[in-house]
């Protein structure tokens, strides 16, 4: 019945979980129970089991519990006991973050050994000990994870006959992790292995979406994007168009294609993605909570805040309610909340939203330090964040901050990547705001010369080196330099067409600001007020804004001289 429904051809040894609509479960367990009677103690565990796998897959949490509970009490009440059947209320728990409990009953199974098993035995006995390996992950114990995924890894090598699935799935598991931990080498090196050692198969593909996770958070966009066409491709060969795996596939390109600044294509490709996931899962499972965190970024990109914060705030939501505050995609997409509450067109020191969003990314590297996992980018955002919106008493801690950072990314991250741009340019703006201002203009003038003719720059990188040409041009009107002010602004414009096409607010803003020095020679009071009124200034931009008014002003009366 099960080989026929689902195409599971052994229930009580762990497989994949099959996919299947709810109706199809349903209608699945009600032949099950016709089947096999209560006195068919183990057979109707086995086959309970099968179906909580396959309701946790479409984001259906309570049903799986229900029916992981009803297995365990069955092999409990008969004496009975079944490794597939624990391990799957061990990856349960680990779904939704309980890593404690799932640690403690995967080591009690672990400890009663199994003599003189067979084979189908021995590999579920070696995937309990994978979700162990998971639970103390989860429970910050890092060196207890990799001992017990180093110790399952040695064991499944030696396996007679081997078994190259269960190893791709170990090593794909070390890869996500050493990624994780920022030793992108070792992570690149485990993921390529899992692939090449299960070419053809689903666990390859789940190997190659490791890999475009590991490469576009390592900053190689445009290698993500060419792994993420080949895992659509190959999902879409193996599972079919319409399989929720193949949408999670365009969704991984979508992220990879943001990463690279092609927005376009990033929309079209999370189109495709979300359909798929609808169709399968629905509007609360976590697989959509990252069609939403996507959808945020697009949102945000043009200009778009409200709906931006309110497609991040229920990512939040779902992932909360499916797994927890402390689970890893949690995190992520409380990051993203975080940085758009921050970031915000109304966000100022003093708002509710900008409160919020900071706290909220203290919070995220409070707990990385607490799980001892690196987080440069939420320190380096804490760091932004108060760079951008502080008050000028809180300058020198951004500024710490950022030092702070620099030395995470030296360690960590690799040489071309783009948040050693962040961390430089956010410090001249330190320097700029902290009154520093001649020694700001060189640093953003060697930030500007030191990117000049690449043209394989990351979108984020194109926006600092806007935002560093619009700095060099207010400084340049506040040295009676207009000339100066305005070829930074005409380079700034040559720059945002040709490279942020999809982001029109930059160019616009060069725009405006070359049109109204080239008409009035100055930067005006009502200009100003315009840019503040049509919220494309706030905060202390404003106040740099309306400091670098006066200067020109009195330039353009021959009060000061040209610098």
């Known amino acids: 019945m099960f080989e026929s429904r689902l195409g599971v051809d052994a229930i009580c040894h762990l497989k994949r979980a099959p996919f299947a609509s709810i109706a199809w479960l349903i209608d699945t367990e009600v032949q099950l129970r016709r089947l096999a009677s209560s006195e068919q103690a183990l057979t109707l565990a086995c086959g309970l089991s099968v179906l909580a796998r396959s309701h946790a897959l479409i984001g259906r949490y309570a049903q799986a519990e229900r029916l992981s509970g009803e297995a365990n009490g069955l092999l409990d009440r008969h004496g009975l006991e079944n490794l597939s059947v624990t391990a799957t209320t061990v990856s349960l728990m680990n779904l939704q973050a309980r890593y404690a409990p799932a640690e403690k009953i995967a080591k009690a199974e672990l400890r009663r050994g199994h003599d003189g098993i067979d084979m189908a035995t021995r590999l579920d006995q070696l995937r309990l000990q994978l979700e ?14 990799m001992s017990s995924l180093e110790d399952a890894l040695a064991q499944a090598r030696v396996l007679v006959p081997p078994n190259a699935g269960l190893i791709a799935e170990l090593l794909s598991q070390r890869g996500e992790w050493r990624g994780r931990r920022f030793d992108f080498s070792g992570a690149e090196h485990d993921l390529t292995q899992a692939i090449a050692m299960s070419q053809g198969t689903t666990q390859a593909d789940n190997a190659r979406y490791q890999l475009v996770r590991m490469l576009s958070y390592s900053e190689q966009p445009e290698r993500a994007i060419a792994e993420a066409g080949q895992l659509v491709a190959d999902r879409q060969a193996h599972l079919g168009a319409q399989h929720p795996d193949t949408g999670r596939a365009w969704i991984a390109q979508s992220d990879a294609q943001y990463n690279a600044g092609h927005i376009s294509d990033s929309i079209g490709a999370l189109q495709h993605g979300k359909a798929i996931v609808l169709a399968s899962y629905g509007a609360r499972h976590p697989e959509y909570a990252e069609v939403l965190r996507l959808e945020s970024l697009h949102d945000y990109m043009h200009m778009r805040y409200d709906s931006s914060v309110g497609k991040a705030r229920e990512a939040v939501k779902i ?84 030092r702070e950072v620099q030395v995470d990314i030296h ?26 201002q001649v020694q700001a203009d060189e640093q953003f003038a060697r930030f500007v010369q030191a990117r000049d003719g ?46 942020l096409s999809q982001a029109r607010i930059y160019a616009r803003q060069a725009q405006d600001y070359l049109g109204e020095i080239e008409r009035h020679g100055v930067l005006s009071e009502h200009f100003g007020r315009k840019q503040v009124a049509d919220k494309r200034l706030d905060g202390a931009d404003a106040k740099l804004y309306f400091q670098a008014s006066r200067l020109s002003l009195d330039c353009s009366r021959g009060l000061l001289a040209k610098r």
């Open 132 to 145: 162990l390996s998971r639970a103390q992950w989860g429970l910050a114990d890092d060196d207890g994870a």
């Open 319 to 402: 992932c909360e309610q499916a797994f927890g505050p402390t689970h890893e995609q949690t995190l992520r997409v409380r990051f993203n909340l975080a940085t758009k509450l921050t970031f915000g067109l109304d966000s100022r020191w003093d708002s509710p939203d900008y409160r919020e969003g900071l706290g909220m990314l203290e919070d995220l590297v409070q707990t990385g330090s607490e799980t001892d996992i690196p987080m440069p980018y939420e320190k380096m955002t804490v760091g932004i964040a108060l760079a951008m919106r502080a008050p000028e008493h809180e300058l020198p801690r951004a500024e710490r901050i950022l």
């Open 454 to 499: 690449e043209q394989s720059l990351p979108l984020p990188t194109r926006t600092l080196i806007h935002e560093a040409l619009m700095y060099r041009a207010l400084y340049a009107m506040s040295t009676c330099r207009r000339e100066d002010a305005l070829t930074a602004l005409r380079k700034a414009l040559k720059s945002d067409r040709e490279h």
């Open 411 to 436: 360690q960590y991250l690799p040489a071309r990547a783009a948040a050693r741009s962040y961390v430089d340019f956010t410090l001249a703006s330190v320097m700029y705001r902290d009154g520093r």
